[in-house]
């Protein structure tokens, strides 16, 4: 009954975070081993997949995503275009000033990541300070007890997250310019590349946010990874990807497993909070 495409994302992000509570219950019960930095891992092959997309293949990547993607990078279609995305055989774009203006690589790049802090803050500013009042009607009360501790708290959270997100975008700004500038090409592995650095950044990020980044960017990626499948080498895999009744099935799925996962003993627990929250409220606290 929704929009198709809607149900696409939708069961995406459904099906993948039914499996990672799938896989913290099944750690938690001690019959899968806890990998160290594991969400780190999955964050950074999924932000290969991702900056891969946005730099070389845009159409592949969901349009409103791909926006916020510039925006927050403070990109130009028109700079990426023009220095990252030149065909074969065309001369070599020089970084600046297509792709930024300052003549230094290093100036640039370190004076984008100041400004960057900012970008990010307006952006992790409702993020921090929202979703506890209203998700976690218990902080409401907390908040009226403490306020000057919630608001510590908080805002130590936005500067963390702020400063781990201009430090994903300095990761790929500057693995771009050295590596296109040293290798003198465009090539399709520099990105990614890129992706893997701005990855590991998430390691700036609170250990209790990685998970929820991971579990967000995930489906991205997967999205990425579907629209490049093509249907000259795969017909097969191609048309079932795209069959109207395979996001039904895959949110089936997701709610099938989230229903085993809360009904078993421990499975509350070991879920993701935001998961047990939003299931409690569409199917009630009693299962």
Same mark, same amino acid.
């Given at each position: 009954?929704?929009?198709?495409?809607?149900?696409?994302?939708?069961?995406?992000?459904?099906?993948?975070?039914?499996?990672?509570?799938?896989?913290?219950? %099944?750690?938690?019960?001690?019959?899968?081993?806890?990998?160290?930095?594991?969400?780190?891992?999955?964050?950074?092959?999924?932000?290969?997949?991702?900056?891969?997309?946005?730099?070389?293949?845009?159409?592949?990547?969901?349009? @409103?995503?791909?926006?916020?993607?510039?925006?927050?990078?403070?990109?130009?279609?028109?700079?990426?275009?023009?220095?990252?995305?030149?065909?074969?055989?065309?001369?070599?774009?020089?970084?600046?000033?297509?792709?930024?203006?300052?003549?230094?690589?290093?100036?640039?790049?370190?004076?984008?990541?100041?400004?960057? #802090?900012?970008?990010?803050?307006?952006?992790?500013?409702?993020?921090?300070?929202?979703?506890? %009042?209203?998700?976690?009607?218990?902080?409401?009360?907390?908040?009226?007890?403490?306020?000057? @501790?919630?608001?510590?708290?908080?805002?130590?959270?936005?500067?963390?997250?702020?400063?781990?997100?201009?430090?994903?975008?300095?990761? #790929? @700004?500057?693995?771009?310019?050295?590596?296109?500038?040293?290798?003198?090409?465009?090539?399709?592995?520099?990105?990614?590349?890129?992706?893997?650095?701005?990855?590991?950044? %998430?390691?700036?990020?609170?250990?209790?946010?990685?998970?929820?980044?991971?579990?967000?960017?995930?489906?991205?990626?997967?999205?990425?990874?579907?629209?490049?499948?093509?249907?000259?080498?795969?017909?097969?895999?191609?048309?079932?990807?795209?069959?109207?009744?395979?996001?039904?099935?895959?949110?089936?799925?997701?709610?099938?497993?989230?229903?085993?996962?809360?009904?078993?003993?421990?499975?509350?627990?070991?879920?993701?909070?935001?998961?047990?929250?939003?299931?409690?409220?569409?199917?009630?606290? @009693?299962?």
């Amino acid at each position: 009954m929704d929009d198709p495409a809607r149900c696409r994302v939708l069961a995406l992000y459904c099906i993948v975070r039914s499996l990672g509570d799938v896989l913290r219950l %099944l750690i938690h019960r001690g019959d899968f081993p806890n990998i160290p930095h594991g969400n780190v891992m999955t964050f950074t092959i999924a932000q290969m997949f991702i900056m891969y997309g946005a730099m070389l293949q845009p159409q592949t990547v969901d349009p @409103k995503y791909y926006k916020w993607i510039r925006n927050v990078g403070n990109l130009k279609e028109s700079s990426i275009q023009r220095a990252l995305r030149t065909p074969a055989g065309h001369p070599f774009v020089e970084c600046s000033p297509v792709w930024h203006k300052h003549p230094s690589c290093t100036v640039h790049n370190v004076t984008d990541f100041l400004y960057a #802090i900012g970008r990010s803050s307006r952006m992790y500013i409702p993020v921090h300070f929202l979703p506890p %009042l209203l998700f976690y009607p218990k902080s409401v009360l907390f908040v009226f007890a403490n306020p000057t @501790k919630y608001l510590k708290k908080k805002t130590f959270n936005t500067i963390v997250s702020s400063i781990f997100l201009a430090a994903y975008q300095f990761n #790929i @700004k500057t693995t771009i310019c050295y590596v296109r500038n040293l290798t003198r090409s465009n090539a399709w592995w520099i990105p990614v590349l890129g992706g893997f650095f701005s990855g590991l950044s %998430l390691f700036i990020e609170h250990s209790k946010r990685r998970v929820e980044l991971a579990l967000y960017c995930i489906p991205r990626a997967l999205e990425i990874v579907m629209r490049l499948i093509r249907k000259d080498m795969f017909p097969v895999l191609y048309a079932l990807l795209r069959k109207p009744w395979l996001p039904v099935l895959n949110f089936q799925i997701a709610i099938a497993l989230w229903m085993t996962v809360l009904g078993t003993i421990g499975g509350d627990m070991a879920s993701n909070s935001l998961n047990v929250t939003v299931l409690r409220v569409v199917f009630g606290s @009693k299962h």
